[in-house]
């Protein structure tokens, strides 16, 4: 049988941070994506996850523009909104890459919603900034209608805060697994999710809120008991003090070591320390590896000659 793996595609195989957010540069980045991740299909059953923090922020920056027409609907929604858009077009371009390579899987991107605790003590500190910018009297105003939690952010104006809470369970968890183990390419927990609660009688809505994506990457991981969890991200290898010039490359990992380097913020929240955090939950839930490694690397990573190896002790 074949190995089963999670790939965490990073924001950069979407939409680069200095490139326009428009559906061309989307189409073009994912086309060159795909073709890596398709030359892994013939050893792998794989499920992809994905960011969607650009997106979700410029879609709401769009509603915000329209909001005397068309009033902007709540997070969850544009979670979802999204979390569809760009399964659509990662489907789009692993199908036609597949075609190119004479190929044939079938695909799927699957909304998948993923579930948080109400009583997350993110809910009561939220800190993941999302949206368009606010002078402070539009904040001010905001903050009274709308209950928002309005934060400064580095002299460029006020933007809204919401909490990222901790994922706990993935709703669609069975018809994900039953695609893989059938051979279905599935693109899942897109943005981490649209995040829900749910209630006692079983019934579920959705919460403003969003989900680290690599968080809920590894929750899928370790629910779908794959082989092979790999985070992709803009570097080819995790480093210690990074950007200085003592800094130094870490091939392979020990959870251990991991954990100490993030009580020394070697690995910053803003960047890689979701995604050692995400790579730690995998290693001790299943005794596996966790690859951190760049796209262009990814082949060369599953063969064991790029990346860093989160590994047990």
Same mark, same amino acid.
């Given at each position: 049988?074949?190995?089963?793996?999670?790939?965490?595609?990073?924001?950069?195989?979407?939409?680069?941070?200095?490139?326009?957010?428009?559906?061309?540069?989307?189409?073009?980045?994912?086309?060159?994506?795909?073709?890596?991740?398709?030359?892994?299909?013939?050893?792998?059953?794989?499920?992809?996850?994905?960011?969607?923090?650009?997106?979700?922020?410029?879609?709401?920056?769009?509603?915000?523009?329209?909001?005397?027409?068309?009033?902007?609907? &709540?997070?969850?929604?544009?979670?979802? /909104?999204?979390?569809?858009?760009?399964?659509?077009?990662?489907?789009?371009?692993?199908?036609?890459? *597949?075609? @190119?390579?004479?190929?044939?899987?079938?695909?799927?991107?699957?909304?998948?919603?993923?579930?948080?605790?109400?009583?997350?003590?993110? #809910?009561?500190?939220?800190?993941?900034?999302?949206?368009?910018?606010? %002078?402070?009297?539009?904040?001010?105003?905001?903050?009274?209608?709308?209950?928002?939690?309005?934060?400064?952010?580095?002299?460029?104006?006020?933007?809204?805060?919401?909490?990222?809470?901790?994922?706990?369970?993935?709703?669609?968890? %069975?018809?994900?697994?039953?695609?893989?183990?059938?051979?279905?390419?599935?693109?899942?927990?897109?943005?981490? !999710?649209? &995040?829900?609660?749910?209630?006692?009688? !079983?019934?579920?809505?959705?919460?403003?809120?969003?989900?680290?994506?690599?968080?809920?990457?590894?929750?899928?991981?370790?629910? *779908?008991?794959?082989?092979? #969890?790999?985070?992709?991200?803009?570097?080819?290898?995790?480093?210690?003090? /990074?950007?200085?010039?003592?800094?130094?490359?870490?091939?392979?990992?020990?959870?251990? %070591? @991991? =954990?100490?380097?993030? @009580?020394?913020?070697?690995?910053?929240?803003?960047?890689?320390?979701? =995604?050692?955090?995400? @790579?730690?939950? #995998?290693?001790?839930?299943?005794?596996?590896?966790?690859?951190?490694?760049? *796209?262009?690397?990814?082949?060369?990573?599953?063969?064991?000659?790029?990346?860093? #190896?989160?590994?047990?002790?």
């Amino acid at each position: 049988m074949k190995k089963s793996a999670v790939i965490a595609v990073g924001g950069n195989a979407i939409q680069g941070p200095k490139e326009p957010p428009t559906a061309e540069v989307m189409r073009k980045n994912l086309n060159m994506t795909a073709k890596y991740l398709v030359d892994m299909l013939d050893d792998l059953n794989i499920v992809i996850t994905h960011g969607n923090g650009p997106q979700v922020g410029n879609l709401m920056v769009q509603q915000d523009k329209a909001k005397e027409l068309i009033p902007p609907l &709540p997070l969850d929604l544009n979670d979802a /909104y999204t979390q569809g858009m760009l399964g659509y077009l990662i489907v789009e371009s692993m199908e036609n890459q *597949l075609i @190119a390579s004479k190929k044939h899987k079938q695909c799927a991107a699957i909304v998948t919603q993923v579930v948080v605790d109400p009583e997350d003590r993110a #809910f009561q500190n939220p800190t993941k900034p999302v949206g368009p910018f606010y %002078d402070a009297k539009e904040a001010e105003r905001l903050a009274k209608e709308k209950g928002w939690k309005m934060k400064e952010d580095a002299g460029r104006g006020y933007r809204r805060v919401v909490p990222s809470p901790e994922p706990l369970d993935i709703i669609e968890k %069975d018809l994900i697994k039953d695609l893989m183990e059938n051979g279905v390419l599935t693109v899942a927990v897109g943005g981490g !999710g649209v &995040p829900v609660l749910k209630e006692k009688d !079983g019934s579920i809505h959705g919460v403003e809120a969003v989900i680290d994506k690599d968080r809920a990457s590894s929750l899928l991981a370790r629910i *779908l008991d794959v082989d092979i #969890f790999m985070i992709l991200t803009g570097v080819d290898e995790v480093y210690l003090n /990074y950007g200085k010039a003592d800094q130094k490359v870490l091939k392979e990992l020990k959870v251990s %070591d @991991a =954990k100490k380097y993030l @009580a020394q913020n070697q690995f910053p929240s803003g960047s890689m320390g979701p =995604k050692i955090e995400a @790579a730690i939950s #995998f290693v001790e839930a299943t005794g596996r590896q966790c690859i951190i490694t760049s *796209l262009e690397k990814s082949s060369e990573a599953m063969k064991g000659k790029a990346g860093t #190896f989160v590994i047990p002790d």
